[in-house]
């Protein structure tokens, strides 16, 4: 099944402390309902002040270390569709659903 990286967010909490470590805090947990119907659960990028419950997001792939070794992992996250005539500064991809992030 191929599905799109663009939907809604449903719901959102600022997580302050990982049980497991392995994310440094504070960091933003959603749900987004993406527009072929499945909702999935990604940790979103932005501020929580910039977050708002039926906004418009869209699917970036990060590059996070990974733990107790020299490689990257590739996560999926989400973060706030601009808003029109606003410009991120980074290319989409090339069927428009997923981005290229770095988190260094």
Known sequence: MKLAGKGVLLSFAVVHRHAGGSI???????EIALD??????AVLEGREEELAIGQRMRAVL???????????????????????????GRVTGAAGSVDNKSGA
Do not use: C, I, N, Y
């Open 62 to 88: 990060w590059a996070a270390p990974s733990p107790g070794t020299q490689q990257e992992t590739v996560e999926l996250r989400f973060e706030k569709v601009p808003d029109a005539g606003q410009s991120t």
């Open 24 to 30: 440094e805090g504070p960091f933003t947990v959603g």
């Open 36 to 41: 072929a119907g499945p909702m999935v659960r």
